[in-house]
């Protein structure tokens, strides 16, 4: 089809239907911002991968129709469609909304079904959209919906069939004008019970961080720093009961003290009528009221002289810096505007006693400062003098006629005044700086020069005038830097000019006079003149030090993971890997970006330090020779600029704010208030146990004091003897087998232990007498009798029991009546039986094998014969005491650059039976590479090829060839360093969270529990078969604590809510489990 040239000269047009017309971006215009009446819009079934740009021009805009497209994601211009009232973005690509949408206060119908919404793809504030009336989101793959989605309260017609819904918020209730609810088609769905009253609520479990945290035993200061976070939801409802409370008990005391003083007055004044009525002299005036206060003894010769007022006259003081100064006589009667004056009269009156008349004159442009020591020191000169006058306030221009007799009339304005005591805030001078935008990902700025010869079409610049920010964009520049750009520039806003700024967003030939003014002019054209391969220099980093007698200025060479704190992530490229970290509070730093130097002042780092990297700035950036807009500027620790920001990886400045509101503070029921019915919530209240999600992680054991325990526990070993149960009966397992175990086998270990022997205090003093008496004896007689008494060595045998996941619980059955009777004869009162399951094992058992632990699948004879490739993982859970090498998926996606894996491919050959590849990890830890090729030798015999291989070494024959196929996999395990594994459960007779050890395995999912899985990033919520509701709604609110509290202590890793069902995990939850596989079902 060709484009719809045409359109822009519609002027007139309402109704624009382009309906299943083949259109796509390269075919509408670039711009319908003329169609000033174009209302209606349909732009369904075509194949726009985008929503068209025109279409945020349009400023009448009411209906939008934009469904069946291949629309994947929306742009932040959306906020711009501010008339829109139906929105239909149905059987599209779409996995997430913008938050702009909540800005859509006009929006009535939204319509998102058949896209790939979840949970995390609806925006949290999307209660904000007070007129939405129909919301349908069917077919997509929600988990829950917002509960600010039950603020809508206008909802008539809500559509969430065919999703993976678990449940709806309580709030759901409280929509009144619902008409339509369909929620068909969600199997795990369970409407929540309508809350009777808010006592019940939630089982009557305060789940508030502050109070769990209290219940944990945690520090006062723990629990007061969690409640000045305010990382959850508030509740203006228990604010306001709060509030009440106060102000009740406020009053109550108050009233308390008013009462107590008036009965102490009281009984003050009786005493004194009783000791005064004899002695008491008859008065002959009446004393006034302010004549029997007691004055405060205040010293006023700082102020004031000691004859002032002594002799008839004028008197004039000018506050200056907060006190007053006395002003000369020719000056009287001329007053500065910005300045306050105190006027003394003193005269004699008819009595011939001397008698004053005090004023206080407040200039017009005088501050507050100058007006309230005025009147202060108007007062302070009448208790002074003793005067009985009232002091008086008279403003410039409206003077009393009292006062203008003073001057005879004759009074006079000066402009200006002295300076204010307070300190002066001075205008904040902005340097207009101009950058050119490129990157797409993450964007940064390039300073160029200040003239329009430096725009380039291609391109987004932003304009920094200090309080006029402009963006100006490109005829061919994408809107995708466009609208990150100006994200940019309101963080500018926000950050350095505290929202002053105005932020003006400007098209390719729609300048305002004033942008080409402050460029010097508007330039003939505006060319291409950038390289397309620009990239502007790598920035070098300089840490400032102080040697003996001179000045360091080594470089940081942060392209090496050695100069980083901690390891960084596999995936950044060495040029990206200015991060943050660098950066030490201590120190100083000189960031060269060429264009630009930067002095980065940590908040401990000394002040000579400081001095002296700002001198060595200035020598470092002209020593090398820099355009003439290269500046150096320096930034403080906690206020850095967004231009000095944007130069490092992943700036983590980010303010995480809720805006949404919980059920609580929908509910707005009332009922029993006050102490009866917070008695009645604290006896019905029940218990749960919330320790666990607060307690810090288990750090991972040292690699030597694992070894150290693993040498002590061998030592004592005497003996192991295995058995493997084949059939019906237990047969010997070769030695040559010890390590191996299969999955579909049992196998029986009885180790004889070395017990030493401790003597009890009467043992020791019998063994000593007896010695003593065998040295009256006869010599080897008795040194022969003697040491035939002494006990011998004690031992101890453990049988250890091991059932591979997928074997049957008939091999416990033949164990317990025959083996373990026969061992129970044997060693009478000196066995233990161990029970264990495969992953499950003890950490003693483990230590015995040294680390070769090594688990097949299938059973031990029919694996040994088999021809199909096998996949090894070698991994290691929080001790090298867990170290295993478990048999996977022969699948290349489950490869990994942070562990080793063992590849073997057999061959149908009698000679040579196959190849075995150790293959190590670029990222792997060099332990477990040795250990990866001490298990190949030990694994396989001679009839094997054995070949240990690098990452990106792998030879395509064989290796690529016998694990099926090259594919994408996991480049690091950033994952193992944060992993916790979480039991929700009432099986105590209350609700308890438990914490795993770090060695937990899949089968640690409790299929009647609910799991809580934490891998840094997000927190998942398991929740399986059999699990009662009861658990899902408590389990709910312990998981959204737990991560508040992780937002509090780990900032840097804020987590992200994630539901799981049984049977539907993910591989970034499956990935946290060494061999994972299929839910084995239950065997007898």
């Known amino acids: 089809m060709s484009p719809c040239r045409q359109l822009p000269a519609l002027t007139a047009l309402q109704t624009l239907h382009l309906r299943n017309t083949q259109r796509t971006q390269g075919n509408l215009p670039t711009s319908l911002e003329g169609l000033s009446n174009l209302a209606d819009v349909d732009l369904s079934c075509n194949d726009l991968t985008r929503v068209p740009e025109c279409l945020y021009t349009l400023p009448s805009l009411r209906r939008l129709n934009l469904s069946s497209n291949q629309i994947t994601e929306l742009s932040l211009c959306i906020d711009q469609w501010v ?49 939405l009336e129909e919301f349908m989101a069917a077919n997509n793959n929600l988990e829950l919906i917002p509960e600010s989605l039950c603020r809508c309260t206008k909802l008539r017609k809500l559509v969430l069939n065919k999703n993976r819904l678990v449940t709806l918020p309580e709030a759901i209730h409280f929509l009144t004008e619902i008409e339509v609810l369909d929620v068909r088609e969600n199997p795990s769905l369970v409407m929540p019970p309508k809350p009777a009253d808010r006592a019940a609520e939630w089982y009557n479990i305060d789940f508030s961080l502050q109070n769990q945290l209290q219940l944990a035993g945690a520090s006062p200061a723990t629990v007061a720093a969690a409640a000045a976070a305010g990382g959850g939801p508030k509740d203006p409802l228990a604010r306001k009961m709060r509030l009440r409370r106060r102000k009740d008990s406020a009053q109550d005391d108050q009233a308390k003290q008013v009462l ?3 009965s102490d007055v009281a009984q003050e004044k009786n005493k004194k009528q009783e000791e005064s009525t004899d002695t008491r002299a008859p008065r002959g005036k009446v004393r006034r009221w302010d004549q029997g206060l007691e004055k405060p003894r205040l010293d006023y010769s700082e102020f004031f ?59 017009g442009e005088a501050t507050l400062d100058k007006k309230a020591c005025s009147a202060i020191h108007a007062v302070n000169l009448r208790n002074y003098l003793g ?72 391109f987004v610049f932003l304009l920094d005038q200090g309080l006029d920010i402009y963006v100006w964009r490109g005829a061919q520049a994408t809107l995708s830097s466009t609208t990150k750009a100006r994200l940019f520039a309101e963080k500018i806003n926000k950050n350095e000019r505290k929202g002053k700024a105005e932020i003006t967003l400007l098209m390719q030939g729609q300048e305002p006079p004033e942008f080409w003014e402050a460029l010097g002019g508007e330039p003939s054209e505006i060319k291409k003149h950038v390289p397309d391969d620009f990239w502007p220099p790598q920035p070098k980093l300089y840490k400032v030090g102080l040697g003996l007698g001179y000045l360091e200025l080594p470089q940081i060479n942060y392209k090496l993971s050695v100069e980083h704190k901690t390891r960084p992530k596999v995936e950044l490229m060495p040029r990206m890997r200015l991060l943050q970290s660098l950066l030490d509070t201590r120190c100083v730093y000189i960031l060269d970006c060429w264009s630009d130097v930067f002095i980065w002042l940590g908040r401990k780092s000394p002040r000579l330090v400081r001095a002296a990297a700002l001198k060595l700035g200035q ?38 704010v809720d805006y949404t509101r919980n059920a609580e503070a929908v509910l707005q029921g009332s009922g029993l208030t006050g102490k009866v019915k917070r008695d009645t919530e604290k006896k019905d209240q029940m218990k749960a146990d919330l320790t666990a999600l607060f307690l810090p992680r288990q750090p991972p054991m040292a690699l030597a004091e694992a070894e150290q325990l693993m040498e002590e526990w061998n030592e004592d070993l005497d003996g192991m003897e295995g058995f493997v149960l084949e059939g019906k009966k237990f047969t010997r397992l070769p030695e040559e087998e010890f390590g191996h175990f299969y999955t579909q086998d049992c196998y029986v270990f009885l180790c004889r232990y070395w017990v030493p022997v401790e003597y009890e205090e009467e043992e020791k003093k019998e063994k000593e007498e007896e010695k003593a008496g065998a040295e009256g004896k006869e010599g080897e007689e008795a040194a022969a009798e003697a040491e035939e008494k ?17 074997a049957s619980n008939m091999g416990w059955l033949t164990f317990t009546f025959s083996l373990q009777k026969k061992f129970e004869s044997l060693f009478p009162g000196k066995l233990e039986v161990v029970r264990m399951t495969q992953q499950q094992e003890n950490p003693k058992f483990l230590s015995h094998f040294k680390r070769k632990f090594i688990i097949h699948r299938g059973k031990r004879k029919v694996a040994q014969g088999t021809l199909q490739p096998s996949l090894y993982q070698i991994r290691t859970n929080g001790s090298a005491l867990c170290t ?16 080793c894996f063992i590849l073997k491919v057999p061959f149908e050959s009698e000679d040579n039976q196959g190849i075995v590849y150790a293959w190590v990890g670029r990222a792997s830890d060099p332990d477990e590479a040795k250990l990866a090729e001490d298990i190949l030798n030990t694994m396989f015999d001679t009839s094997y090829s054995k070949q240990v291989i690098n990452e990106g070494e792998e030879p395509e024959n064989f290796f690529w060839v016998g694990i099926g196929a090259q594919k994408p996999y996991d480049d690091d395990a950033e994952y193992m360093k944060h992993t916790r594994l979480f039991r929700c459960s009432n099986e105590k007779g209350y609700f308890a969270v438990t914490e795993k050890c770090s060695d937990f395995c899949q089968d640690d999912l409790a299929d009647d529990d609910i799991m809580l899985l934490d891998n840094g990033q997000e927190v998942y919520m398991w929740v399986g078969t059999q699990t009662s509701q009861v658990e899902i709604k408590l389990s709910l609110k312990a998981c ?28 970034a939850f499956t990935r946290c489990f060494h061999a994972w596989s299929t839910f084995r079902k239950a065997l007898t």
């Open 305 to 363: 002289t000691e004859d002032v007022g002594q002799l008839p006259g004028l008197t004039i003081w000018q506050i200056e810096n907060f006190v007053p100064v006395l002003v000369e006589e020719a000056l009287h009667g001329k007053f500065y505007e910005a300045d306050c004056y105190i006027v003394l009269k003193t005269f004699l009156d008819d009595s011939g006693s001397l008698n004053w008349e005090i004023y206080y004159w407040i200039g």
């Open 260 to 262: 107590k003083g008036m």
């Open 83 to 131: 008339h829109v009232e139906t929105l239909n973005l149905s059987r599209n690509q779409l996995t997430s909304l913008p938050s702009a949408i909540c800005k859509l206060t006009k929006l009535k119908k939204l319509y998102l079904n058949s896209n790939k919404l979840d949970f995390d793809g609806l925006p949290s504030g999307i209660g904000k959209l007070a007129s």
């Open 619 to 656: 020598e470092l950036c002209g020593m090398l020779h820099r355009p003439r807009h290269a500046t150096v500027s320096r930034s403080l620790e906690g206020t850095e600029a967004q231009v000095f920001k944007a130069k490092f990886k992943n700036w983590d400045d980010v303010l995480t």
């Open 387 to 458: 005067a009985e006058c009232r002091t008086v306030r008279e403003e410039m221009g409206d003077e009393s006629e009292e006062f203008l007799q003073v001057f005879d009339n004759d009074i006079a304005y000066i402009e200006g005044g002295t300076a204010s005591g307070f300190y002066t805030v001075e205008d904040t001078h902005y340097v207009t700086r101009m950058y050119r935008v490129y990157g797409k990902k993450n964007i940064k700025l390039e300073p160029v020069p200040l003239k329009g010869a430096s725009l380039d079409p291609r």
């Open 1040 to 1067: 959204q604590v737990y991560i508040q509290h992780m937002r509090a202590k780990e900032h840097e890793h804020p987590r992200r809510l994630r539901l799981v069902r049984k049977g539907n995990e993910q591989h």
């Open 790 to 806: 002494q006990p011998e060595e004690d031992f101890q045998c453990i049988v250890y029991f091991w059932q591979g996941r997928e």
């Open 884 to 899: 295993r090498c478990i048999q996977i998926n022969t699948d290349s996606s489950l490869l990994n650059s942070e562990f």
